[in-house]
């Protein structure tokens, strides 16, 4: 496998897990996010760190690791909103 090829796989397999971290990182009755979203995102993030050493101007590794970053915030905001306000 050619590495455009590989790093394309890595890529968008990191961006679908982008993708379901930030659908699932609110989920905070529970714990459940602990289970469900956590450890794909961490999958994810390693994903693009390996899909990014081969090059760092892909922009499907930028918009992976936005939503990694947006997955974050909104797990952590979700975490505030649901534990101090309720």
Known sequence: ???????RILNI??????VWFLATSWFWA?????????????LGVVLWYFGRKY?????????SIILHGLGLASSIISFLL????S
């Open 30 to 42: 529970w714990l459940i996010n602990l289970i469900f979203s956590f450890p794909i995102g961490l």
């Open 13 to 18: 397999t990191s961006l679908i897990c982008g």
């Open 1 to 7: 496998m050619d590495v455009k090829t590989k790093q």
């Open 55 to 63: 090059d760092d101007t892909n922009k499907l590794s930028k918009i």
């Open 82 to 85: 649901f534990y101090i306000f």
